[in-house]
């Protein structure tokens, strides 16, 4: 009995949900308004939270609801008409299948346009190493060089992908149509913050741009954060405020797979801002292994982590879902292993593509990777929906951190970023560049003591 109290006691330590058991707590009005309480602005001479509103997402058969919790009490919007088939259906045909589709989309196009054929009349298509077998309905089998395939296929999934995008302007203004978001707004006087938590495919739509009779986007007129559910809200709020004073602040995980043009400049930038020390900064497939990318989260015991690199999700598997590491992958269902958990990580940049993209229709909440770090510990993080460029995201990375560095709270440096990026011109661009090139230079002229510190901490790690 001892030997399974002792391992009972460490589970709770690590899960006391999966330990005990526990149910889901009662919903009382006041636990709801403690979720508005937001502790990066606990300084302020305000009353925390008083500024701030919950909106949650709900769609039934017939009408989709939105509930609006401030400090004042709840209301209630409706979209009238705008239930499950007429939204939700509608979302996931026009915006979530056309874009899960892209890459077999492209494979097949790629095919047909080197065998000369239409797309139907493609059976299966078969890589091999040097080649591509393409095994047309009829019965004949054609061979296309693997490097043309590659090409091709590249070339068919940009052009899909814009397709993709350029529809983004009328989808987003439509469904801001649906919601009647401007009437919503009438209801959030005196509010700058608001926490949504949205429902089904409500949760693969850029929130935050939908756009406003005024010109503006719900994100100019708003802070915006989104919570994958009040659930996990509530989870996230009850994580330790006042993290260790001696663990190291920053880690950085980048470029796992040597692809990435900017990404390596950025974080170099970004690891001289912070003092990232040499043995938390891993750089490339060589240094960033699953194993030392867990060893910052679990046994280094970082603050905050800055992961630059490759994700896939899947959206029929979602716990198959993964981030792309140097030697092996770490996955979603890993990250919501009891073992691995890390209650001191307050921030989390996932500068990675589809960190928030999952496919809601399995379950109430959604599982992806930004929920499965949320799970296991970390308090704040920063997403993406789809598939990011390289430069784009360099850029708002760069503002960001430059942001919090001057320690501005994570949502607020967060939304200043995106406002520079979205009226960034190409004088702000090269004044940015100046500046990042002089941090730059400063850098490499300490660049000899940089690396003697590396070297020691690399023969620590052996």
């Known amino acids: 009995m001892e030997g399974k109290r002792e391992i009972w006691e460490k589970m709770r330590w690590l899960y006391p949900v999966l330990a005990e ?3 889901s707590p009662g919903v009382s009005m006041e636990r709801m308004k403690e979720l508005l309480k937001i502790r990066q602005q606990a300084t302020d001479n305000r009353q925390q939270g008083e500024d701030v509103a919950l909106l949650s997402f709900y769609t039934t058969d017939d009408e989709t609801y939105i509930f609006i919790l401030t400090q004042a009490g709840v209301k209630l919007h409706r979209c009238q008409e ?6 939700q259906v509608w979302l996931a045909e026009n915006w979530l299948i056309p874009y899960s589709k892209i890459d077999d989309l492209a494979v097949f196009e790629a095919c047909a346009i080197l065998v000369e054929c239409e797309i139907d009349a493609i059976e299966s298509i078969n890589p091999k190493p040097g080649n591509v077998v393409v095994k047309l309905t009829d019965d004949t089998e ?12 590249k070339q068919q999934k940009q052009e899909l992908y814009k397709q993709w995008q350029d529809k983004m302007e009328g989808m987003l203004k439509e469904l801001a149509d649906r919601l009647e978001i401007n009437k919503l707004i009438e209801q959030l006087t005196d509010i700058k913050e608001i926490i949504l938590a949205p429902f089904m495919h409500l949760h693969q739509i850029p929130l935050p741009a939908l756009p406003l009779d005024n010109g503006q986007y719900l994100g100019d007129k708003f802070r ?12 996230c709020q009850k994580q330790p405020q006042n993290p260790e004073a001696n663990l190291p602040c920053y880690g950085i995980v980048e470029n796992t797979r040597d692809d990435l043009l900017y990404t390596p400049i950025l974080w170099e930038l970004v690891a001289q801002i912070y003092g990232v020390a040499p043995q938390h900064h891993l750089k490339g497939s060589k240094k960033a292994t699953k194993a030392k990318y867990k ?10 982590l800055l992961s630059s690199h490759h994700a896939k999700s899947n959206l029929t598997e979602p716990l198959e879902s993964r981030l792309l590491l140097g030697d092996t992958d770490l996955t979603l269902g890993e990250l919501l292993n009891p073992s691995i958990r890390f209650p001191q990580l307050v921030d989390l940049f996932l500068s990675c593509c589809e960190t928030a993209l999952g496919n809601s229709e399995l379950t109430d909440d959604i599982f992806t990777l930004r929920a499965a770090f949320l799970s296991a510990g970390a308090s704040n993080v920063i997403s993406s929906l789809w598939a990011v460029n390289d430069l784009a995201t360099t850029i708002l990375s760069f503002f960001f951190h430059c942001n919090r560095a001057e320690g501005i709270p994570s949502a607020d440096a967060l939304w200043q970023a995106q406002m520079e990026l979205k009226e960034l011109t190409l004088a702000k661009a090269e004044e940015s560049l100046e500046n990042a090139e002089a941090v730059l230079e400063e850098f490499v002229e300490g660049a000899k003591e940089y690396e003697e510190k590396e070297k020691i901490a690399d023969i620590s790690d052996l």
């Open 21 to 23: 058991g526990i149910r």
């Open 82 to 87: 705008q239930g499950y088939k007429n939204l």
């Open 142 to 153: 054609k061979e296309i060089s693997l490097a043309q395939f590659n090409e091709s296929r």
């Open 295 to 304: 060893e910052l989260l679990t046994k280094a015991r970082v603050l905050g």
């Open 224 to 235: 915006v954060r989104i919570a994958p559910s009040t659930q996990v809200l509530t989870f």
